[in-house]
């Protein structure tokens, strides 16, 4: 049996092939089938053949991811909840968002974030967050706790980066 690093239930075997960027945004963000990453390390685009996927935590944590991607993407690409327009600054374009469900909105955020961690763990790269960093956007994502801030970032216009995701990221903060 195994732990769960997630949920922290006791399973047989981790889910299969869970995808760290939502579904959604996996489709938007290939160009010739292919998806387009930044790696970090060295600032420059890497292309990847296969979806951003790995056997990171349960099949249950993996369901209710499935249903903070929902709401991002109803929020985000479809439209249907809360209100999205686009504003035109001088130097950059950003969308600002209004009637949204901030707490669901925020678990989306963080359970992209939280996905992205465990995968890079079990690839070996590095982390984007601290082993304390972790235990609070847990606590987070389950309710436990609204000690943390959501603030979003711009996306590049400019091919390929304009199809490029990066996974959220947390600020350095005193905590």
Not at 25 to 42: C, E, H, P, Y
Not at 102 to 130: C, E, N, P, W
């Amino acid at each position: 049996m195994l732990n769960c690093p997630m949920c922290k239930s006791s399973v047989r075997a981790l889910k299969k092939n869970c995808h760290v960027l939502p579904r959604a945004w996996a489709k938007r963000t290939k160009i010739n089938g292919q998806n387009v990453l930044m790696d970090f390390k060295s600032d420059k685009i890497a292309i990847n053949q296969s979806d951003y996927a790995d056997d990171y935590w349960c099949a249950g944590c993996e369901k209710e991811s499935a249903k903070d991607d929902a709401y991002g993407a109803a929020v985000l690409l479809h439209g249907k909840k809360g209100k999205v327009r686009e504003v035109k600054g001088t130097k950059v374009n950003w969308k600002e968002m209004t009637s949204v469900d901030y707490s669901k909105f925020k678990k989306f955020i963080v359970s992209v974030a939280i996905r992205d961690h465990l995968a890079r763990g079990l690839r070996g790269t590095d982390q984007i967050m601290s082993d304390k960093e972790f235990e609070k956007l847990r606590e987070v994502y389950f309710g436990r706790t609204d000690d943390i801030l959501i603030v979003g970032h711009y996306i590049l216009e400019s091919e390929p980066l304009s199809k490029a995701i990066a996974p959220p990221v947390r600020t350095r903060g005193n905590d």
